[in-house]
């Protein structure tokens, strides 16, 4: 069950129409930009306790 916390950033990066804008802004960076950049250590926590939870059960 915890393996579907790996479908987050797919499913969170595969709609493009929901973050594709302009703003809100942050240090210059429009939110289509800093929306994706944020997806890379969410995705490398959610693969870290993926892997320790499947790790543990095994």
Same mark, same amino acid.
């Given at each position: 069950?915890?393996?579907?916390?790996?479908?987050?950033? @797919?499913?969170?990066?595969?709609?493009?129409?929901?973050?594709?804008?302009?703003?809100?802004?942050?240090?210059? @960076?429009?939110?289509?930009? !800093?929306?994706?950049?944020? !997806?890379?250590?969410?995705?490398?926590?959610?693969? !870290?306790?993926?892997?320790?939870?499947?790790?543990?059960?095994?």
């Amino acid at each position: 069950m915890v393996r579907l916390l790996l479908l987050l950033p @797919f499913i969170g990066l595969m709609i493009v129409p929901f973050y594709n804008t302009r703003e809100p802004q942050l240090f210059g @960076f429009p939110f289509f930009y !800093w929306y994706q950049l944020a !997806w890379v250590p969410l995705t490398s926590l959610l693969t !870290w306790i993926v892997y320790r939870s499947v790790r543990r059960a095994d």
